[in-house]
């Protein structure tokens, strides 16, 4: 008896300390794995979340920011036309900063837009969408410890990548004036004392992003003025996001902050193919501004993505020349989309308001913020479980009612994500038809007991 409980005795420690070992070197060589620590707390994204529940629910999808409607056919037959060119180089390695064709005409379009020559090499630079041309910006000139003044709400990827960078983000946030009737996005405006308070010697730059998602604010000239007279006293960078900049609604107009005095020196402006041209798919995007600092932006790419899709440049670059020649004119496409859009619009400004919703009426882009605590009664947030009650409210519609929206509170810091849990942001460049179906559900919702 004793023999035996002093074996098995030995038998169990044995194997304890054998499987301790293998926890031991199991989670030694796991934790060798882990996320490294500068990319920690970035692993939420709305948009790999959303997608997902998109695929599983098959929502009618006002939630991702792109079109439903096919692309202009002078694009789309440009890449058809370089993909089966005779010249075999389009389907090949092009110039890492950008396709030659293709910052030829960019810099010919904004030299004429801001009224100064752009030398197409060293002052733009081709990226993949403007998400890459954000990245390389943060990447290439933040040093640990640099701070980054963010409006809020922010385009989400701009914290995580100021933090991967080792910058520190500083918010202020946009505020709707009153809260209890129909809004534009002119009413939502940044303190401008708070926003004086933030720059000090360690900030390197501001980011501001006019037209505005998801707001839909178009800053005014009085806005872009007080903050470039701060980027000058405290010797900022003001990284200008325009990816919206061709979809203004009358009687409003886009300025670009480069070309108020002395600022070009110190705007790197980000724009996107995507947005411009209807084709979100493509990923192309650009930067432009002053040779010394994008340079910092051509060290990062050329360790990164190093060169851009070549036909799909080529395709871009011959939409820009094509547009160039009918500029100003309403058939081009920078007219004619937010002429297509501004119906749109205000179709969905008003069928959001006929269940109930607050909608702020945007002056620009393609996004519209509404508060949704009228119908708090006819949503189960319980059976929701996130944080955040936007969240709540997005998914459990999405679930229960057909229609995805975005919730706005992921384009806040979690201390102020309670700024935006009363808010749901739809995408309204969606065909006619299935605005009426989006219009038909939530009506058919509203009216149900
Ligand atoms: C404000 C803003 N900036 C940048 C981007 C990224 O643009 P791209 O698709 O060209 O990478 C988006 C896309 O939705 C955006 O809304």
Known sequence: MFVKISLSTTIKASISLSSLRNIQSYSVVMSKFDLPDRLKGNDKSVWVEYIQLALKYKPLNLGQGHPDFYAPENVTKALVDAATSDNP??????????????????????????????????????????????????????????????????????????????????YIALKPKRTNELLSSADWI????????????????????????PIGKVFTLNELEFIANL?????????????????????????????LPGMYERTITIGSAGKTFSVTGWKIGWAYGPANLLYNLQVVHQNCTYTCNTPIQEAIAVGFEQELERFGQPDCYFVSLAKELQPKRDYMAKFLSDIGMIPTIPEGGYFMIATWT????????????????????????????????IPPSAFYVSEHKHLAEDYVRYCFIKKDENLKKAADILMKWKSQQ
Not at 233 to 244: C, G, P, R
Not at 378 to 398: A, C, H, I, P, S
Request: glycine residues 6%; charged residues 25%; proline residues 5%.
């Open 231 to 259: 980027a000058k006293k405290w010797n900022t960078l003001v990284v200008s996001d325009e990816v919206y900049e061709w979809l203004v609604y009358e009687p409003y107009k886009h300025i670009r902050i480069a070309t």
């Open 89 to 170: 180089l389009l389907n090949q390695y092009t110039r890492g900063f950008g396709h030659p064709r293709l910052v030829n005409v960019i810099a010919k379009l904004y030299s004429k837009l801001l009224d100064r020559t752009l030398d197409p090499n060293n002052e733009v630079i081709v990226t993949c969408g403007a998400y890459e041309a954000l990245y390389d910006v943060l990447q290439g000139h933040t040093n640990p410890g640099d701070e980054w003044i963010i409006i809020e709400p922010f385009f989400d990827c701009y914290v995580p990548m100021i933090r991967t960078a080792g910058g520190i983000p500083r």
């Open 190 to 213: 940044f303190d401008k004392q708070e926003l004086e308070s933030l720059f000090n010697e360690k900030t390197k730059g501001i980011i501001i992003n006019t037209p505005h998602n």
């Open 374 to 405: 009228a119908l708090k009664d006819k949503v189960r947030l319980e059976e929701e479980t996130d944080e955040n009650k936007d969240y709540r409210f997005t998914k459990w519609m999405t679930k229960n009612v057909g229609i995805q929206g």
